[in-house]
Structure formats: C-alpha cells, structure tokens
C-alpha cells in the first residue's frame, strides 16, 4: 500500500486559513488522494478527496501537487470545532490486482487556537 | 437514509465469550469495512468486503471473523473475546472510492 507521510501535529489561530500538508511520493496513477477528520470522541468524518485536480467544498480545499507526490488541506477560516486529528489517506479503485481499501495512519493532530 | 448503523453501541464480554457485532448500511454500497480503535491511537482495519460474498482481510484480522451475505450487512464476529480486543470498534461503507461513511461505533470491554 502506498503510504502517506503527515506532520505529527500542528497548531493555528481561529479565523486564520490554515493548510496541512501530506507527502505520498510512492503515489500511483490511479490512487485516490482521501481526508478524515476525528473529532475527540467521535468517529471519522469524511473531509475531501481527489485525484488530480484540485477540488472544492463546503468544508475545505485540496491542493494536489502537479506530480501528485504531495498534497493540502485547506481549511479557509480555522474555527474551534476543527480542531481534531486529520488523515490524509491514498485510496486505490479496486480490481486489476488493486484494492479499495482504506487504511489509517497515525495523522496530525490540529489544535486551533482562540 | 440511516446511513450506517452499528448495534449494539456498548457491550461488555468476559474473556473466552463470543459476540457478533452488527453493521447495516441503507446507501447500497457495495465496498464494507471494520476498523477498530484502541485509547489515544489511529484506526486499524480488521476485515473489508467488497461485495456481497467477497471478504478479506486487514491489518489485524486475528481474533476476528466476518461475512458478508447481503449488500447491506457485514457483522463481525468474536469468536473467544480477549482484553486484547477491548477498544472502539467502527463500521464504514462506500462505493467506489467515494466518500466513506462511518457508523456510530461500539465500544466493546472484555474482562
């Protein structure tokens, strides 16, 4: 399985655009680049995904790197409630030898400051 | 739509006891997935299936059985619980390699 590699944590003010980064330089042309969030004592929540191009939602932005060796997560305006651990993911289709499963690393912990 | 569902979401099991913990999707998705999630760490994947009749296994499928009859169901089963396996255990669905949907979880204590 392709693997991602995500700073362990980081810290941002509310209201201030924050971008957290996710390198996954053994990429294939097919995976799927995938964001999760775990808020404390819930479980994970789908943020964004995308495969080349960048992409936009109600919740944040993705960034994806021309070679798509890296990637970002945009949140536009950081607020108290985002705080939590984001996972940045790489997902296959499936068939041809591959597989859609979706496998977690450890994430970065985001605190976001008042 | 429920979306996932997850029964039950507490149990408490002593050691060598069997369970089956329940997992239903109502979206029609055909790919179907259990993690679990111990105190302070991430989430590892026990089994996946990506259709009805198709399972395999994840990073840490011992202790851990799993079938899949229907589209919309995937229990999975203890067969001799340890207090090894005490942790939160979250059941997810998809299709394709879309957004995938988390059900409510169970948290399951073996004594």
């Known amino acids: 399985d392709a693997k991602t590699t995500q700073p362990n944590s980081m810290e941002s003010n509310e209201e201030e655009p924050v971008h957290l980064p996710c390198n996954h330089s053994?990429?294939?042309?097919?995976?799927?680049i995938h964001w999760y969030r775990q808020l404390p004592s819930q479980g994970p929540e789908y943020v964004i995904h995308g495969l080349t191009s960048n992409v936009n939602n109600r919740m944040a932005s993705l960034a994806i790197a021309e070679d798509r060796k890296s990637s970002t997560l945009i949140l536009h305006r950081a607020t108290l409630r985002d705080a939590a651990v984001y996972y940045c993911i790489l997902r296959s289709p499936g068939g041809q030898g591959g597989s859609e499963k979706l496998v977690f690393g450890k994430g970065m912990k985001l605190t976001v400051n008042p | 739509n429920a979306g996932v569902t997850q029964t039950p979401k507490f149990q408490v099991l002593k050691t060598g006891q069997s369970m089956t913990l329940q997992c239903a999707q109502d979206?029609?998705?055909?790919?179907m997935s259990w993690y679990r999630q111990d105190p302070g760490m991430g989430l590892r994947l026990i089994h996946y299936s990506v259709g009805a009749g198709i399972t395999d296994q994840g990073e840490v499928p011992n202790g851990y059985n799993v079938s899949r009859s229907t589209t919309e169901d995937f229990p999975l089963r203890l067969l001799s619980a340890a207090p090894s396996q005490t942790s939160v255990y979250f059941c997810?669905?998809?299709?394709?390699?879309?957004?995938?949907?988390f059900g409510p979880g169970t948290r399951l204590t073996v004594l």
């Open positions: 979206m029609n998705h055909e790919y």
């Open positions: 997810a669905s998809s299709h394709g390699t879309n957004e995938q949907f």
């Open positions: 053994t990429i294939s042309g097919t995976d799927y």
